[in-house]
């Protein structure tokens, strides 16, 4: 699991993050929501150890980031697959290349273990047929199209599923998704929503989600964390989120809901 224990972190006089205590644990898919610049994405970037707390400890499976040297964050984060927001796909490379970069990234040039791992990440995220569903050459075909693809021949949920697909490989314990829904119709997002669900029962990861579409929020959440002026505002379930009594968190619901 992952627990964050006081957690705090200024820039400047700016108060991002003051005490914050969050617990995200083993197979649940949570989200955090709050307004732009509430610290969200700083914290995912303390939790991955790309920022260094001013004070208070995250541990990912009882590891405190802060105490890792670089060899152990390196392979910590190896347990962490991370959904960029807009996909952040490499233009130039093909959907095949930009699924496996992480593995080559790694040193592996095995082009079997390359394309088995392509292979089984983008059946997964269901831009592949299954294998046992339809014939070898029918898969060979499927294959051969969307490999070659680029990201200018995707639409825009294709490319988030593609996003998706490099975040699986390896079989990471942890998915980070930052804005998984943005700048899609309301048809494609809700095939997202129902990606990150299906991708948390089949592959059995921890999802942690960062949000402002409510909608996503109550379709995917097991819980829910609302952060606001540096500290958890609210954390529960998507049901206890939607009968608060609390006004900091009903003006934000009625806002983006």
Same mark, same amino acid.
């Given at each position: 699991?992952? *627990? $964050?224990?006081?957690?705090?972190?200024?820039?400047?006089?700016?108060?991002?993050?003051?005490? @914050?205590?969050?617990?995200? +644990?083993?197979?649940? =898919?949570? %989200?955090?929501?709050?307004?732009?610049? %509430?610290?969200?994405? &700083?914290?995912?970037?303390?939790?991955?150890?790309?920022?260094?707390?001013?004070?208070?400890? #995250?541990? /990912?499976?009882? !590891?405190?980031?802060?105490?890792?040297? !670089?060899? *152990?964050?390196?392979?910590?984060?190896?347990?962490?697959?991370?959904?960029?927001?807009?996909?952040?796909?490499?233009?130039?490379? =093909?959907?095949?290349?930009? $699924?496996?970069?992480?593995?080559? *990234?790694?040193? #592996?040039?095995?082009?079997?273990?390359?394309?088995? +791992?392509?292979?089984? %990440?983008?059946?997964? /995220?269901?831009?592949?047929?299954?294998?046992?569903?339809?014939? +070898?050459?029918?898969?060979?075909?499927?294959?051969?199209?969307?490999?070659?693809?680029?990201?200018?021949?995707?639409?825009?949920?294709?490319?988030?599923?593609?996003?998706?697909?490099?975040?699986?490989?390896?079989?990471?314990?942890?998915?980070?998704?930052?804005?998984?829904? =943005?700048?899609?119709?309301? @048809? =494609?997002?809700?095939?997202?929503?129902?990606?990150?669900?299906?991708?948390?029962?089949? $592959?059995?990861?921890?999802?942690?989600?960062?949000?402002?579409?409510?909608?996503?929020?109550?379709?995917?959440?097991?819980?829910?964390?609302?952060?606001?002026?540096?500290? &958890?505002?609210?954390?529960?379930?998507?049901?206890?989120?939607?009968?608060?009594?609390?006004?900091? &968190?009903? +003006?934000?619901?009625?806002?983006?809901?």
């Amino acid at each position: 699991m992952i *627990e $964050v224990r006081n957690l705090s972190k200024s820039f400047g006089s700016n108060i991002v993050l003051d005490n @914050v205590d969050l617990n995200i +644990e083993n197979g649940q =898919t949570m %989200c955090i929501i709050g307004k732009s610049g %509430c610290g969200k994405s &700083v914290l995912l970037k303390h939790i991955v150890g790309l920022l260094a707390a001013d004070s208070g400890t #995250v541990k /990912v499976d009882g !590891k405190n980031i802060n105490q890792l040297n !670089k060899s *152990e964050l390196f392979d910590l984060r190896r347990d962490i697959g991370y959904v960029f927001q807009g996909a952040a796909l490499f233009d130039s490379y =093909t959907v095949f290349e930009n $699924v496996v970069i992480g593995l080559l *990234e790694h040193g #592996v040039k095995d082009k079997q273990i390359l394309r088995s +791992e392509a292979e089984r %990440c983008l059946s997964a /995220v269901g831009l592949l047929p299954d294998k046992s569903e339809v014939s +070898e050459d029918e898969f060979l075909r499927a294959w051969d199209i969307l490999s070659n693809k680029k990201p200018s021949d995707l639409s825009g949920g294709m490319r988030k599923r593609v996003g998706v697909a490099r975040a699986l490989v390896g079989s990471p314990k942890y998915i980070f998704y930052d804005e998984p829904t =943005t700048g899609l119709d309301p @048809v =494609t997002s809700e095939q997202i929503d129902f990606l990150i669900s299906d991708i948390a029962k089949k $592959v059995k990861v921890t999802s942690l989600v960062i949000t402002h579409d409510m909608f996503s929020v109550f379709l995917i959440a097991n819980k829910v964390a609302m952060l606001n002026n540096g500290k &958890v505002q609210f954390y529960g379930t998507p049901d206890q989120l939607r009968q608060s009594d609390d006004p900091v &968190v009903k +003006e934000f619901l009625e806002r983006y809901n």
